[in-house]
């Protein structure tokens, strides 16, 4: 999956506390903000071993392989993992 196509919820709802407000609102049940991050958490964790997976086995360079390069790179960014905590 290419960058510009990786799906991640703060790109789709980058005002996602609304999203959580209407959410609380139409169900009646709070979301946990902990395990809302727990969950992007375990989606980075999750890419992460795909990616490192697909690049530790025998391999050539293929679009495919660039693109689990790419997004290895991608998901070891320390701005990316400073900004998940917020």
Do not use: K
């Amino acid at each position: 999956m290419s960058r510009s196509r990786r799906w991640r919820f703060e790109h789709a709802a980058p005002d996602h506390a609304s999203i959580v407000e209407r959410y609380t609102q139409h169900t009646g049940a709070a979301v946990d903000a902990d395990a809302l991050r727990l969950y992007r958490l375990r989606w980075d964790l999750t890419e992460i071993a795909l990616y490192v997976a697909e690049l530790c086995r025998p391999h050539a360079d293929t679009a495919d392989t660039r693109e689990a390069w790419d997004g290895l790179q991608d998901y070891l960014d320390p701005a990316r993992w400073t900004t998940a905590r917020s």
